[in-house]
């Protein structure tokens, strides 16, 4: 096969600027993954549907031949491409090897050289493996890259001892995210943390934009009718007291430490209930939970795709935040924070995950444990119990209002707006 001759993707310095700038929008996920539409979509939404947007995005994912689109996800795309969004979908080749990665970059690589071809010169990416992927392109391109939610993955992966500093995958992913983040042009990120890492020990000239997980501030509203009939069909009293939690078991998060820690919370309060809405197999959640003891009549296992999720939120009294605490933890920031917040609801979460820990107690909307210890949740139950005793509403607008200045798109919009403005500019 005959080389890339990179001198014929150098537009003419001669020729007009387009009225709309394109950008690739390279994403190492299903467009589809609830992450993705739940999160960074809000933002491309927001572009398509406005008529005057100095914009137009070429978006490039990975799709998953086991998860195919619905006939509604298809209509939203001809919606999109109406509007003026184009899609290349790639094929993702599962498995963590680097076999399986290179392909996955390879081919990415040919799709972006193709649109560099057609004069895209501006390239963003979610998350830091596809920064990493993206800066392999945007390198001999000679594009001009936006890492958005740039974090750590190969020090969090760390943390959780899915890799050890000695392994290969550590270390290439740290190579390839130390030098993403030095070429690109701008950086977004969700924690003053990585911003101080950028600027003071690595010395990035990227322009930083502060960015945490974006939430529809909208979708996650609390209705009441909705909550009654949630508590109703749960078989929950009204007042009774509900620990809520919303993700994975083991992995990156905690997994027997939850059901234990929920287990000394009810030492306190016999009618505390705990409902989890998980990906997880039911055998396994509740293998976890038999082994400390706890009895399935105290919590729910419910299962539920991104759309109508928000309705158990609207159960819960105290969210969950089930990061286990250590270096790198301080640079992400989980979703389900903001959805929690927004939501009316106060959360627990070890210190050390995000900024999180500091607004728990700076605005009033949270607990912080140095970790699930026992010793750690049995000294948190005055402050749980706190919670759990305030007037519901009092707390709900409490949370609420600060989780959209926080975290909701209405307030963070503006923000990414103005980080695209600034890879227009670069």
């Known amino acids: 096969m005959p080389l890339l001759n990179l001198s014929l993707l150098v537009p003419d310095p001669k020729a007009p600027m387009p009225q709309q700038t394109p950008i690739v929008i390279f994403l190492y996920n299903r467009l589809f993954d609830p992450l993705i539409q739940g999160n960074f979509w809000l933002y491309i939404k927001d572009y398509l549907a406005d008529p005057e947007a100095p914009v137009r995005f070429h978006v490039i994912t990975y799709e998953d031949p086991y998860h195919p689109l619905s006939g509604a996800q298809k209509a939203l795309v001809a919606e999109w491409q109406a509007q003026g969004l184009h899609w290349t ?8 090897g680097l076999r399986q990665k290179f392909r996955d ?5 040919a799709a972006v050289a193709r649109l560099r071809l057609k004069g895209h010169r501006h390239i963003a990416a ?6 990493s992927f993206a800066y392999m392109c945007a390198l001999p391109l000679r594009m001009r890259l936006f ?3 740039y974090e750590p993955h190969s020090e969090v992966s760390r943390d959780a001892g ?8 550590y270390k290439l992913a740290r ?3 130390r030098k993403s983040a030095e070429y ?9 943390f990585m911003g101080e890492r950028l600027k003071n020990e690595w010395c990035v000239r990227a322009e930083f934009f502060r960015l945490p997980t974006v939430v529809n501030e909208n979708k996650f509203h609390f209705d009441p009718a909705i909550a009654a009939q949630m508590r109703a069909d749960l078989g ?13 078991f083991g992995g990156l998060y905690y997994a027997s430490e939850i059901a234990r820690a929920f287990r000394i919370l009810r030492e306190n309060e016999r009618r505390l209930h705990l409902l989890i809405v998980t990906p997880n197999e039911d055998d396994y959640v509740h293998s976890l939970f038999a082994g400390e003891g706890v009895d399935r009549a105290h919590y729910s296992v419910c299962h539920s795709s991104y759309n109508d999720i928000e309705r158990f939120y609207y159960v819960g009294d105290l969210g969950l935040i089930t990061i286990p605490p250590g270096p790198g933890q301080k640079f992400r920031s989980s979703i389900k924070v903001g959805e929690y917040l927004c939501a009316g609801m106060p959360f627990l979460t070890p210190t050390g995950v995000s900024e999180d820990y500091i607004h728990a107690t700076e605005q009033d909307v949270g607990v912080v444990v140095a970790d699930y210890s026992d010793s750690s949740i049995r000294g948190a139950w005055p402050e749980i119990a706190r919670y759990l005793a305030e007037d519901r509403e009092t707390r709900r607008a409490r949370c609420r209002t600060f989780g959209i200045s926080y975290r909701g798109f209405s307030s963070l919009n503006p923000v990414f707006r103005a980080a695209i403005d600034a890879l227009r500019s670069a």
């Open 147 to 149: 890492l958005y939610q």
């Open 126 to 131: 979610l998350g830091s493996v596809a920064g």
């Open 105 to 109: 970059v390879l081919s990415g690589l």
């Open 162 to 169: 899915a890799w050890s500093a000695d392994s290969r995958q």
């Open 175 to 177: 190579h390839f995210e």
């Open 184 to 192: 690109a042009q701008v950086i977004a990120s969700g924690t003053r």
């Open 236 to 248: 929950l009293d009204p007042d009774q007291p509900v620990l809520f939690y919303t993700g994975k």
């Open 89 to 96: 979908a790639l094929t993702w080749h599962p498995g963590m």
